[in-house]
């Protein structure tokens, strides 16, 4: 069965530093996501992405992340200079035309 | 904005039925979800309701919703210790947009 995969599973990176995410979605899905949970709060949405451009976006989706999907298969989460409060769980998601989206198995993102 | 709560914790023992709770506030949600999280795993579809349904039934899992009180309940009939994972409801407008999730409900069973 087809899954969302993501890598890597975890980073470490120092404050200030840039990191990019990685997610290859389920081939043909339309719509692509980034949600991210911090530890021990809800899952929070911060981006959804369709026919190449951002379709919706989160107050925490500032100037410091932005998305790309670099080719056919690759969804990427930029965020460009790391801050502490930064460090959580980040899920990709994909969906077709209709309404279920596909989680990852996320990448826990550790930022000292 | 979207609020969606759901209980902490539910202890059930194998066999018995689990009843997991969500509430939230905004009427116009469309697309209600229940997703599951097994430890250091993503999060798992289950299943999904409509708003213009009050009941879905998919093998072990039954789906209620109370658009009045705004209240949706996912029932898992004979719960296996497979089952202990965390439990998510998530609501959204419209198919394609984003999902406001509850803060999960972590279900044990026991032997």
């Known amino acids: 069965e087809p899954e969302v995969t993501q890598t890597p599973s975890h980073q470490v990176t120092q404050m200030g530093q840039e990191v990019i995410l990685r997610c290859v979605p389920i081939s043909n899905h339309l719509y692509f996501y980034w949600y991210r949970q911090i530890l021990g709060q809800k899952v929070e949405f911060l981006v959804s992405?369709?026919?190449?451009?951002?379709?919706?976006k989160s107050e925490i989706f500032d100037d410091q992340f932005s998305v790309e999907r670099p080719d056919g298969s690759n969804f990427t989460l930029k965020i460009r200079s790391t801050k502490l409060e930064d460090s959580a769980m980040y899920f990709c998601a994909s969906s077709p035309e209709v309404n279920e989206q596909f989680f990852g198995p996320g990448t826990r993102l550790t930022v000292l | 904005g979207e609020d969606v709560e759901q209980s902490l914790f539910l202890s059930v023992r194998e066999g018995d039925s689990s009843v997991i709770n969500c509430t939230y506030t905004?009427?116009?949600?469309?697309?209600l979800y229940w997703y599951k999280q097994e430890p250091g795993a993503g999060l798992q579809l289950l299943t999904y309701i409509f708003s213009n349904m009050d009941m879905k039934q998919d093998q072990r899992l039954t789906v209620l919703l109370n658009k009045k009180d705004k209240h949706l309940s996912l029932r898992i009939a004979d719960t296996q210790t497979g089952d202990s994972a965390i439990y998510f409801c998530a609501l959204s407008r419209n198919a394609g947009n984003m999902l406001t999730f509850g803060g999960g409900t972590r279900l044990m069973v026991k032997p």
């Open positions: 905004d009427s116009s949600s469309t697309y």
């Open positions: 992405f369709y026919n190449n451009e951002i379709s919706e």
